[in-house]
């Protein structure tokens, strides 16, 4: 296994270890479990908000797991042990983008599917929302990386990551719920938007990773 895929590995085992993942899915079901509460249980209500529903719990279940991200790491020294050894920082943030969205990504899908039906979605909706999030994940995972990279050590850096990340993501909420409707455009928009934070929050990340390690 070559480094990068041994340090993509490492980041999938921790997001697994002792459950990590188990509450951002659990609380992206509860949200899709609740909503008909709040709202009420009428089927073309909730067919015609379920795909924003979906986005929303989406980007607030992806914000819980940014504190084990990146700031352990930092605390234990594992990312002045990978700068001695000559790892570029930017490269072991797109380590920890990949292994988080795997770690992430798959179970999201999967719970996405129980909360379409959870909403009443058609399988036509299900279908559409289990590609905006396949086409918008990858961005919220490089996004929550970036943010885990900027607020590590800080104090009470999971309120901050909030504010941090939250703004960033609006057009990933913005498109993805979109996608879901009759706007052909918005899935390109989407994946637009996603390439673009994957290209560039490693740099952003590895920079923030740096200059936390001086």
Known sequence: MSGFGAL??????????????????????LVAVLFP???GPEPKLLARIGGGVIWAAAL????????????????????DQLA????????VAAAKIVGHWLGFAPALLLACAVASGLLGLSLEQALAAGVSLAVGTPGLAALGVATAALTAGL???????GLVML????PLLIFGAGAMGNDPS???LLG????LLVAGCPFVAGAAMRMGRG
């Open 192 to 195: 637009a938007v996603s390439l």
């Open 167 to 170: 703004p960033f993501a609006v």
């Open 155 to 161: 104090r009470g850096a999971g309120a901050v990551a």
């Open 37 to 39: 509460f709040a709202v």
């Open 186 to 188: 918005a899935v390109k």
């Open 60 to 79: 607030l279940a992806a914000l819980l797991p940014v504190e084990r991200l990146v700031a352990p790491d930092l605390e234990s020294g594992v990312l």
């Open 84 to 91: 001695v050894r000559g790892w570029n920082d930017a490269s």
């Open 8 to 29: 993509v590995a490492r980041e999938l085992r921790r997001a697994w270890a002792a459950g990590g993942l188990t509450l951002p899915i659990a609380f992206f079901l």
